[in-house]
């Protein structure tokens, strides 16, 4: 394995909570505290343009590739969604009452779903953006969300220390993990071990598997809250990023930390880390955080 820092991305004026992959592999937007939203190309390794000047803080961002349409998620709880051949918003998704901290599009069944501050969760058809389904589950935040094409399952995180596992055909909840001490953050789905990586805000990542419906023993990953898992194109990796200022490379199969990138020695962030994607361009690893930076990890498996 080699891993390596390959460049920082600077432009942003302030914090940057989000990060998405684009039309192509090589391209990805960014946006944060700033309100912007940037495109970037991990070919040259520079700014595209700007697209889009939200009017608030934006908190996520998704990519629909069939539509050309960028989703932004705000911090009010609203969604912008931007047609960029035209070039203009044409909706305003306003339901929730705080933080869009994730959105997920499932193709096979042409639906958007929301996972907002509020405590509820929200399902829109595309691309009509109708409100199908709407759910609070949680008296607290709930964050990240990951969806099982496999399971035909989504997994949210609960800011109450649970992880709701509905059915996505009919939004019913078919399982909630509840033994965790502190809030959930950040969920994966592991296709090749049929198992759910779970990171929590005091920085415990767990490993549920579906076979024995057992949680294994928890890991010590980071100092503070995980913010999210991502798995490498090959799928024998997965990195973390934390608000301790770290990116950590992980061998998939043993959970075992293979790299940490932290500190001056590394080129690592200076401040919390809060969004990372493993771009299937080059095998590259984005990362960004409150040090208004995004740095491009090059991690080369053997």
Not at 26 to 51: C, I, M, P, R
Not at 72 to 90: C, F, P, R, T
Not at 227 to 255: C, H, M, Q
Request: with cysteine; aromatic share 10%; glycine share 6%.
């Amino acid at each position: 394995m080699n891993y390596r820092h390959l460049k920082t991305l600077e432009g942003h004026k302030a914090p940057i909570y989000a990060l998405c992959e684009g039309a192509e592999p090589h391209l990805f937007y960014s946006a944060g505290a700033d309100q912007q939203v940037v495109l970037w190309n991990l070919k040259t390794l520079k700014v595209e343009k700007v697209v889009s000047k939200a009017p608030t803080t934006v908190i996520s961002l998704l990519f629909i590739k069939s539509l050309n349409y960028i989703l932004i998620g705000q911090v009010e709880g609203g969604v912008h969604v931007i047609d960029l051949n035209a070039g203009k918003e044409i909706k305003y998704l306003k339901l929730h009452a705080h933080y869009i901290f994730d959105m997920l599009f499932i193709a096979e069944k042409n639906e958007l779903v929301c996972s907002s501050g509020d405590g509820s969760i929200s399902v829109w058809s595309v691309p009509k953006f109708e409100v199908l389904y709407h759910k609070k589950i949680s008296s607290k935040k709930n964050r990240k969300m990951d969806y099982s094409a496999n399971r035909n399952e989504l997994a949210v995180a609960s800011g109450d220390g649970k992880v709701f596992l509905f059915n996505a055909n009919d939004w019913s909840i078919n399982n909630v993990l509840e033994s965790f001490k502190s809030a959930v953050d950040a969920v994966k789905y592991n296709s090749k071990k049929k198992s759910l990586l779970i990171g929590e805000k005091d920085a415990l990542l767990h490993e549920y598997n579906f076979e024995g419906n057992k949680i294994g023993d928890a890991l010590a990953a980071h100092y503070w809250a995980i913010y999210e898992i991502d798995f490498s194109p090959t799928g024998n990796l997965f990195a973390t990023v934390s608000r301790d200022k770290t990116v950590k490379i992980w061998d998939a199969a043993n959970l075992k930390v293979l790299k940490r990138f932290e500190g001056l020695k590394d080129n690592g962030h200076t401040h919390s880390v809060n969004s990372m994607f493993w771009s299937a361009y080059n095998n590259r690893l984005v990362s960004a955080g409150d040090d208004k930076t995004i740095k491009v990890w090059e991690i080369l498996e053997v």
